[in-house]
T-cell receptor, first 108, second 118 residues
Framework: GQNIDQPTEMTATEGAIVQINCTYQ??????LFWYQQHAGEAPTFLSY????GLEEKGRFSSFLSRSKGYSYLLLKELQMKDSASYLC?????????FGKGTRLHILP | EAGVAQSPRYKIIEKRQSVAFWCNPI?????LYWYQQILGQGPKLLIQ????????DSQLPKDRFSAERLKGVDSTLKIQPAKLEDSAVYLC????????????????FGAGSRLTVL
């Protein structure tokens, strides 16, 4: 099976940097996704890591360590519109299993 | 490209009644997923189709939930009879089996169907 852990909630200030961690235990692993979900909306794709290391996409970066079962999503220059839930999800073959998500609150 | 279409957006029923949700995936996407998302939690996979065949339905409560994708395109998810704990958003997603690299298995979600069971 698989076990995915993320903090339930985090708070950060507009313009700052925040790191959202995700740890996992799984018997099989092909890659790790990060999705963003605004309240009342569907999740949207942010990033997908297969190999160890950091993938940067503008203000958002995602890191993966397969040996440690650990990933993080780094958000820079936070904006109010970044207030959302961030979902870590594992890909195992064709299955995508989601964690419970981290609700990020941005303060002005 | 058109997105994943779902209907209805909202449904309120009483317990023990039945309800059906419909999903039309992105054209050409072979894989279709139904997820249940309870308020404050992440999406939970209910059933996954590859074309019109079931890949995984291990978490589908089969005594009350059923789903089909008869022609390998659109799909319906039915609950009968509904319970209070079925109140949730039912998300349909699709992905293309044939994409490689980063886009492999990237799910595109529909807007969801919000169910309230009273």
């Amino acid at each position: 099976g698989q076990n995915i852990d993320q903090p339930t909630e985090m708070t950060a200030t507009e313009g700052a940097i925040v790191q959202i961690n995700c740890t996992y235990q799984t018997s099989g692993f092909n890659g790790l996704f990060w999705y963003q979900q605004h309240a009342g909306e569907a999740p949207t794709f942010l990033s997908y890591n297969v190999l160890d290391g950091l993938e940067e996409k503008g203000r958002f970066s995602s890191f993966l360590s397969r040996s440690k079962g650990y990933s993080y999503l780094l958000l820079k220059e936070l904006q109010m519109k970044d207030s959302a839930s961030y979902l870590c999800a594992l890909r195992r073959d064709d299955k995508i299993i989601f964690g419970k998500g981290t609700r990020l609150h941005i303060l002005p | 490209e058109a997105g994943v279409a779902q209907s209805p957006r909202y449904k309120i029923i009483e317990k023990r009644q039945s309800v059906a949700f419909w999903c039309n995936p992105i054209s050409g996407h072979a894989t279709l997923y139904w997820y249940q998302q309870i308020l404050g939690q992440g999406p939970k996979l209910l059933i996954q189709f590859q074309n019109n065949g079931v890949v995984d339905d291990s978490q589908l409560p089969k005594d009350r939930f059923s789903a089909e994708r008869l022609k390998g395109v659109d799909s319906t998810l039915k609950i009968q009879p509904a319970k209070l704990e079925d109140s949730a958003v039912y998300l349909c997603a699709s992905s293309s089996y044939h994409l490689q690299g980063e886009r492999a298995n990237v799910l595109t979600f529909g807007a969801g169907s919000r169910l309230t069971v009273l």
